[in-house]
């Protein structure tokens, strides 16, 4: 029962994971209809019953869009593995605050960038203009999609990736 069922908007939008005890919970009070099944059965001792994969609610949620969760993982991603200094690209980066913390720089997404260990040291305790050095890109925040939400899933759920718009997919990292 422990498997990952997708559920869909009423619109086919991607809105969640749940596991299959809460997909039938939804089928069962007629909240959600099967959409795919999966490849493994709950078995009673009277009746067989296919685990959903996929399920869509007969009605639309309005919910607020998820944030990517600020982590080292999240700003290297959003980099593109790339240190925003000198442009060299590398697993092994450090996080950099533009604006150092020291003089009041925050530890947020605008100001979080990629580094090599080489321009982090550089660069130290000191400004842009301090350290004479300059970004790349400016950092930003970047938007969570469907992609994002389910990236984990998709390789042990394939029959899901055709519930993800073709846009999402593309230029993913």
Known sequence: ????VLVLNQNYEPLNICNARRAFVLLD??????????????????MDFRLPSVIRLVYMIK???????LSRKEVFARDNYTCQYCGTKSKDLTIDHVVPRHRGGRHTW??????????????GGKTLEEAKMR???LPYEPKA?????????LETCSEWQ????EWELVGVR
């Open 162 to 165: 055709k519930f993800i718009p």
């Open 145 to 153: 999609s469907s992609y994002y939400i389910l990236q984990q899933h």
């Open 63 to 69: 919910r607020p869009r998820p944030k990517v969760r």
């Open 110 to 123: 605008e100001n979080l960038v990629s580094a090599c260990k080489a321009c982090n040291h550089r660069k």
């Open 135 to 137: 970004l790349i890109r």
């Open 29 to 46: 009070r007629g909240k959600a209809e099967i959409l795919e099944h999966g490849d493994r059965y709950l078995r009673s001792p009277s």
């Open 1 to 4: 029962m422990g498997r990952s």
